[in-house]
T-cell receptor
Framework: DGGITQSPKYLFRKEGQNVTLSCEQNLNHDAMYWYRQDPGQGLRLIYYSQIVNDFQKGDIAEGYSVSREKKESFPLTVTSAQKNPTAFYLC???????????????FGPGTRLTVT | GQNIDQPTEMTATEGAIVQINCTYQTSGFNGLFWYQQHAGEAPTFLSYNVLDGLEEKGRFSSFLSRSKGYSYLLLKELQMKDSASYLCAVRVILTGGGNKLTFGTGTQLKVEL
């Protein structure tokens, strides 16, 4: 079945450690995205990638880093510089759209990161 | 930048109809999406509007007025399983190419007996 996988579902880390969240898709989508969701808030864009080997900062990129070496994979590293890393992290993918095509974003199941 | 507003919470009765409004201010508009998100789960796509008017899909309909920066999601024959957060998201075209979604904070809908 085609879809997006994120692992693990729950992740616990000590403050000061870097942690990498995985995101893999087999939908053959060019574009991939990372969002963060905090309780009672909407999704905020961290980083996005429209094509392999290229990515751009979203609205809240500070303290995060990404890579896009393969079309299928878009891992997110939460560094120790991120001041409030505890959150629900969602990865998404879509076909890139510059016209009026629907090309909705499909979301993975998410990773809940807790840093203490 | 983009600004998207939607009510924080709504309550409705099973079997009834509920309308969730969304207003937005943006440049480079390229479509408006509605997603449903149950607690602790990923958002799932509900509807998409890029032209003015109403899009109907089963119990769910979505309306868009681009001149007013306004959309609503209409849910009919409410069921208990419709209790969830409903996210309004606007897609914009970026200057350097590509696009991105900006999400509202979501409307938490509670369906009661």
């Amino acid at each position: 079945d085609g879809g997006i996988t994120q692992s693990p579902k729950y992740l616990f880390r000590k403050e000061g450690q870097n942690v990498t969240l995985s995101c893999e898709q087999n939908l053959n989508h060019d574009a991939m995205y990372w969002y963060r969701q905090d309780p009672g808030q909407g999704l905020r864009l961290i980083y996005y990638s429209q094509i392999v080997n290229d990515f751009q900062k979203g609205d809240i990129a500070e303290g995060y880093s990404v890579s896009r070496e393969k079309k299928e994979s878009f891992p997110l590293t939460v560094t120790s510089a991120q001041k409030n890393p505890t959150a629900f992290y969602l990865c998404a993918s879509s076909m890139p759209s510059t016209g009026g095509f629907r090309y909705e974003q499909y979301f993975g199941p998410g990773t809940r990161l807790t840093v203490t | 930048g983009q600004n998207i507003d939607q009510p924080t919470e709504m309550t409705a009765t099973e079997g009834a109809i509920v309308q969730i409004n969304c207003t937005y201010q943006t440049s480079g508009f390229n479509g408006l999406f509605w997603y449903q998100q149950h607690a602790g789960e990923a958002p799932t796509f509900l509807s998409y509007n890029v032209l003015d008017g109403l899009e109907e899909k089963g119990r769910f309909s979505s309306f868009l007025s681009r001149s007013k920066g306004y959309s609503y999601l209409l849910l009919k024959e409410l069921q208990m399983k419709d209790s969830a957060s409903y996210l309004c998201a606007v897609r914009v075209i970026l200057t350097g190419g590509g696009n991105k979604l900006t999400f509202g904070t979501g409307t938490q809908l509670k369906v009661e007996l």
